[in-house]
Each structure stands twice: as C-alpha cells, then as structure tokens.
C-alpha cells in the first residue's frame, strides 16, 4: 500500500466510530418513523415496535464497542505520528460507544408512537 493510501485508511479509522454512530442515528430514527408512519405500532401493544428498536440499537451499540476493543488491541508502532493516531482513534471510539449507547436512551424514557 502506498504511503498517502494508508494514511487515508487511517484517517478513516479515526472517524470510522462516528460512522457507526451515524449509522445508528439513521437505522434509529429511520425505522421509528417509517413505523409510525405506517402504524405498524399502536399506543395499546407498543412492544413490537420498541423491541426491533432495542435490538437496532443493542447491535449498533455492539459494534461500536467491538470496533472500539479492536482499536485497543492494534498493534503500536514505534513512529510518534503513528501512536499519536492510534490513541486518538481509541480515544473516538470509546465516545463513540458512549454516544452511539446514550442514543438509544430516549426507547427507555418515551412512548413509541405519541
């Protein structure tokens, strides 16, 4: 791999745990309004709905922690650049489990449908 390629694939790392947040947002949101929209959930039997939300969200919230415990246990090099970049990208992980995880916060506290 050239040098400027696997930079790229670094830098892409280092925001790859906000991608799955985004992903998380969208899945998320996306399914819940395309639910309700089409009343697939009613304000009598929720659960339905609220459990394929639960399981979107405990899978998204899986594979920011499983990217964020493959970032802990890469290899370090030697190069300062190099460590400083892996750091960080464990760092952006460990919020992206954080915030991909208070996400989903909002199934616990709030109707489905209201």
């Given at each position: 791999m050239?040098?400027?390629a696997h930079s790229f694939w670094r830098l892409v790392l280092l925001v790859a745990?906000?991608?799955i947040?985004?992903?998380?947002?969208i899945?998320?949101?996306g399914v819940h309004g395309v639910a309700c929209a089409a009343g697939w959930a009613s304000v009598q039997d929720p659960w339905p709905l609220r459990l394929a939300l639960l399981g979107v969200w405990a899978i998204m919230t899986a594979g920011a922690a499983a990217f964020a415990a493959w970032t802990w246990?890469?290899?370090?090099?030697?190069?300062p650049t190099t460590r400083f970049l892996r750091n960080a990208t464990?760092?952006?992980?460990?919020?992206?489990v954080v915030a991909t995880a208070w996400l989903g916060a909002?199934?616990?506290l709030v109707r489905v449908c209201a």
């Amino acid at each position: 791999m050239t040098p400027p390629a696997h930079s790229f694939w670094r830098l892409v790392l280092l925001v790859a745990a906000f991608l799955i947040w985004s992903l998380a947002f969208i899945a998320l949101y996306g399914v819940h309004g395309v639910a309700c929209a089409a009343g697939w959930a009613s304000v009598q039997d929720p659960w339905p709905l609220r459990l394929a939300l639960l399981g979107v969200w405990a899978i998204m919230t899986a594979g920011a922690a499983a990217f964020a415990a493959w970032t802990w246990k890469r290899p370090i090099d030697d190069q300062p650049t190099t460590r400083f970049l892996r750091n960080a990208t464990l760092a952006v992980a460990v919020i992206g489990v954080v915030a991909t995880a208070w996400l989903g916060a909002p199934l616990f506290l709030v109707r489905v449908c209201a």
